[in-house]
């Protein structure tokens, strides 16, 4: 028997929260072009991405 919904949905939830946090680790001592790659993969990994993004300062205007 398959897990339900809402258990997909939460392991989903803390992956995310596990790879954004090693990707907040590699910022600190990203270069450039290393930042906007981090930035792209979070873009692809969750509707929030702005948000985050901008919290980690990946992409400065």
């Given at each position: 028997m398959s897990?339900?919904?809402?258990?997909k949905?939460?392991?989903r939830r803390?992956?995310?929260k596990r790879k954004i946090t090693h990707f907040k680790?590699?910022?600190?001592?990203?270069?450039?072009?290393?930042k906007?790659?981090?930035?792209?993969?979070i873009r692809n990994m969750t509707p929030?991405?702005?948000?985050?993004i901008e919290s980690l300062k990946l992409e400065e205007r």
């Open positions: 897990c339900s919904e809402r258990r949905e939460l392991k803390r992956q995310r680790h590699r910022s600190e001592n990203a270069s450039v072009s290393e906007a790659h981090l930035a792209a993969k929030g991405a702005d948000a985050i």
